[in-house]
């Protein structure tokens, strides 16, 4: 009983990982909805976080979807994704106008 809720804990962590990031990526939707006259540096500042915080979702996800097979079986593998592909068109828009 005692390594379920260590098995538990450790998901709920990698599952509040996950949402902080995806967090981040509505900010950055946020920001660049809100201000279309973004200037240069807070544009590229944008683009390497979004670059960082892609590759651990990435990462974080994959791990997540393994540990859940590994620990919690086949039936409970689903887990949601957010969806980047508005983020990565503001981004490509807004690095075209600069």
Known sequence: MASENK????????EQDKIMIETHFANMERILKDNPKLDQQKAFGLLNNFNTLS????QLCNDLINFIKIFKGKDEQE???YKTDELIELLEEKMNQI
């Open 55 to 58: 590759i651990q979702y990435e």
């Open 79 to 81: 887990i949601r994704l």
């Open 7 to 14: 098995i538990q804990e450790y998901l709920d962590i990698l």
